[in-house]
């Protein structure tokens, strides 16, 4: 045990659990790592005999007594178990989506005030030095008037992505909000970014939110989407998103699309590009790079000198309501006749033809993909 140094607990160690195993391992002189949770075992090799392995959560924080934990576990176990790690007096950095449903969300940010604790969302995107350089150069006036914020995510899921786990492409398990999904979960971060774009991240700042849910692969869940939000202040937001993509996936983005100039943003790569508003398809005029914060260390610096929170709960209240939006309707069925299937690497997956097209002009057409009448909706 160190002494003096914040006790932390990893709960969930494979997938993007792995992630925070990791961040855990490299900050020894920072935090102490008192024991972690998994139904696995691990096989990183990164993690210390010494560190102590449970089963379950309960357990865990009745014999660590945690001050931090980390949580990357299935969507509908999310508002459990970050609810006791609150209650055992724990801050919590939490995976996102949040929680399944605005319902969920009310009650844990009912009980991160009741305990006086906090949640940290991993949207791990906005710890980018990019967004406050964006706000600089939208306030400035260089990107001249703004006409919307656009979202592009083009990516390509194969059955085995949807075989992964039990929870994978469902919307609920035996009643229990699960609510995977394009939109919610693997291009989640595409909705989250552009809400911080438009300022417009809590609950109550959007106006309107519609989405547009279809489904190739025989899930329960949505894998091509649009959704399209209207801020309090008139801002258009509107994201294209599929799994299904013609060709191998590409960098995902959204872009700040002003009367002069856009600036494009690849949240994965914290990386700008700006290019004349006239010509959206050309080479960018200038390319900039920037650095990240962990949300972690972001976290770990707020517990020890108040530095606010990079994605605080009630900031993804708006994602939230995206979330609800999606959870009020069914993804509709692609007939087979406007989908393909692919084989290549020993894999299968869906494909949508033309879908890649339909996806950037939904975006930056600021409609959905059955108002602009495409051939795979009717």
Known sequence: MAEGLPRLAVVGIHGYGASHLRAATERQDRIDLVGVCDTKPDDSGRLDPSVPVFTDVAELL?????????IATPI??????????????ADVLLEKPPVATMQQFDQLLEVAAETGRVVQIGFQSLGSAAFPALDTMIDSGRLGELVGISGVGVWLRTFSYWKRSAWAGRRTID?????????TNPLAHATSAALRLARAQRADELAEVEVDLFRANAIESDDTSVVRVVTNDGTRVTLGLTLCAEQSQEAPYVEVVGTEQAARFFYTQDRVELRAATDLTGAPAETLTYERTSLLDNLLAHRATGEPLLCPLLDTGGFMRVVDAVAAGEPRPLDPSVTELVEADGEQRMMIPGIDAWVRRAAYEHATFTALGA???R
């Not at 009745?62 to 980390?70: C, S």
């Not at 509908?76 to 007096?89: K, Y």
């Open 175 to 183: 009643g229990v909000p699960v609510m995977d999904g394009v939109i």
């Open 62 to 70: 009745d014999r660590t007594r945690p001050e931090i934990v980390t």
């Open 76 to 89: 509908h176990t999310h508002l459990p178990f970050a609810e006791a790690a609150l209650r055992s007096g």
């Open 375 to 377: 051939p795979f909706t």
